[in-house]
């Protein structure tokens, strides 16, 4: 069973810290890009980031840049979002996806069911 879990949300003030972690199992992690979604409420999912399966490339939205950073551990099959510098517009329910391939922009096949981030004082 392919199952990609979520963990490390939860309520942090602005300018506070969270890391996200994304355990995945069931398929073959090492050969997949990973990325990591947002979903606000009353918005649209959108993508955040992407770290591609050989490390070498990585990608981030503007709204994040410099403040959050993702990375992988192939050993632990886990991919995490470190996310700095938090404000109030970052409060969503964050998601991560196996794309199809090892690069990103190939497009998302399997799905986590997310962790909820809030950032309010």
């Known amino acids: 069973e392919v199952q990609l879990v979520e963990s490390g949300g939860g309520l942090v003030q602005p300018g506070g810290s969270l890391r996200l972690s994304c355990v995945a199992s069931g398929f073959n992690f090492d050969d997949r890009a990973i990325g990591w979604f947002r979903q606000a409420p009353g918005k649209e999912r959108v993508g955040l980031s992407c770290?591609?399966?050989?490390?070498?490339?990585?990608y981030y939205t503007d709204s994040v840049k410099g403040r959050f950073t993702i990375s992988r551990d192939n050993a632990k099959n886990t991919v995490y979002l470190q996310m700095n510098s938090l404000k109030p517009e970052d409060t969503a329910v964050y998601y991560c996806?196996?794309?199809?391939?090892?690069?990103?922009?190939?497009?998302?096949?399997?799905w986590g069911k997310g962790t909820l981030v809030t950032v309010s004082s």
């Open positions: 770290i591609t399966s050989s490390f070498l490339s990585t």
């Open positions: 996806a196996a794309q199809t391939s090892s690069q990103c922009h190939s497009g998302m096949e399997y």
